[in-house]
């Protein structure tokens, strides 16, 4: 019977739009600089759950594009492109990302999936 109410609130989430606020906060992240630090290996970088599972959502769906919103100056560009090149090198193309100053804060980086651009051809 408790199952059957739990399916019942899930499915009742799902339709108000709640489920969408959910699939969205499973297709984002904060890497915090600490975090970094210590995980700078990419044997590492995959052990982090998070990011384990917004490139697994990502390649569901390789339309998506990962969008870094990183610390601004040069400390936060080398910090994002180090963070960029180890995607690459698990795997990530390089055309299925991007980055943009303006996480609001020093030691963080927001990652997001975001909808890629349509093609014109």
Known sequence: MMIFKYSILF??????GAGASLAEELSA????????EIS?????LVKIPELTELVRLWS???EKIIE???PGGEEG???VQEFMDWLIALGVPSSSM???PGSGNEDIIKIVLVQGKQSNE
């Open 98 to 100: 991007y980055a943009v």
């Open 68 to 70: 870094m919103r990183y």
């Open 40 to 44: 700078r290996q990419g044997e590492k």
């Open 11 to 16: 499915f009742v989430l799902i339709l108000s």
């Open 77 to 79: 560009e080398l910090w």
């Open 60 to 62: 569901e769906n390789t």
């Open 29 to 36: 992240m904060n890497l915090r600089f600490e975090q970094w």
